[in-house]
Structure formats: C-alpha cells, structure tokens
C-alpha cells in the first residue's frame, strides 16, 4: 500500500456533482473525471465505499403537493440509477465495483448486506450504496453515515460545491469565516447545515469523522487521502 492516510473511506457524492455544468442528469465527462480519481486511490491500497444523492434527477422535496413517502421514493429511484452510472464508468477504468440497493431490484443490483459490503471492499472493489437507507424522511446524508458506521470506515468524505465549512453561506456572507476544524457540537448549535442533523448526530453520537471537501475539484480525493490539510475537518 502506498503512503496513506485512511485505510476504508466512504465519498458521499450528491447528485448535482455528477450533473456538471448541465446540472441535471449525468454529465459523462464530469463522472469520468472524479471516476479517475477514485481508480487512482484504489491502486493506492484504499478500500472505497460511495454512497450517492440523486439531487441531479429528483428531490424528495420537490414533490411538494405529493404524499410525502412517494416523493422519497421516487428520490431513491434517483440515486439507484446515478449508481449505475458510477459502476459503468469505474469499470470502463478497470475497477471492479458492485451497486447494492437498500430496496431490492435483483436485475440490476445486489440487496445490502454488511458482511457482503466488507467481503467486496477487502478485494478491492468499490462498493456503491443506492437507494439511501430504503425508508423515507431519511436522507442521503443519514444513509452515508449509517453505511459508514455499518462498514466501519475511517472517515467520511463529503464532496461538497464549496471548499469547507464556513460560518455562514459564503456565497451570500462575503465575511463568512471558513473552518479547518469544527466539532459536531457546533455545527448543530450552530445550524451550519454540513449535513442534516440527524446525520450530523449519528456522526457525533459514533465518533465518525467528517471531512468537507470540494468536489468540483477531483483532485482533492487523491489529497485528502494522502493527508494534505484541505477543506473542514469535523469531529468530536
């Protein structure tokens, strides 16, 4: 194995950055891109879990005069097929990988099963988590935790569009200051948003450590994972 920092990780992706420019649906360059960096750690020695959003095709929210259980299941049908994107590319590079589904769709991918999950990691494939945590008014944010947790990985990398965690939303609050490190405390005192709270909670409440990245910077997963000091870390 190389010189790295974390052994097993978890990459939180959202929807919108497989999107690209386009910002919605599945832009082929942009997954390629951050699909090269992934390839890249994974010859480092690094054992790779990703749980994806589906923001890039549908929201739970969004399906506001909806029954509410219908609106987020249509959002896991989202992320399942962001999966399927993922795998494609991954393995057009190489890398085996397997998707598995909190709901079951045999046809196209594996159930979740934890002791599968690992057996696959400790060959060096990627493991692709869809489907969230196959229950509505959880997030995909709750669900890369609860993953996280399950396959006791190192960290959790959360690709995000901006750079950290700030003090308020830089883009609006020029002044907004920008943390190296935070613990899950403040954040929920003070509603940073990083990540919903009841993820935010599981991480504290599990001693998971969190690193905010920027995503739209693929690069930056080879330098996390090499120990370089960029984004936000947040812990206990």
Known sequence: MADVKYKRVLLKLSGEALAGEQKTGVNAETVGKICDKIKEIVEM????AIVVGGGNFWRGRNGHQMERTTADYMGMLATAMNGLALQDALEARGIY???QTSIEMREIAEPFIQ???????NRGRVVIFACGTGHPYFTTDTAAVLRAIEIKADIILLGKTIDGVYSADPKIDKTAKKYDEISYMEVLEKDLKVMDSTATAMCRDNDMPLLVFEIAKPENIVRVIKGEKIGTIVSK
């Open 97 to 99: 990988s397997r998707v």
């Open 45 to 48: 020695g690094v054992q790779v």
């Open 115 to 121: 002791r599968k999950a690992e057996k696959h990691l």
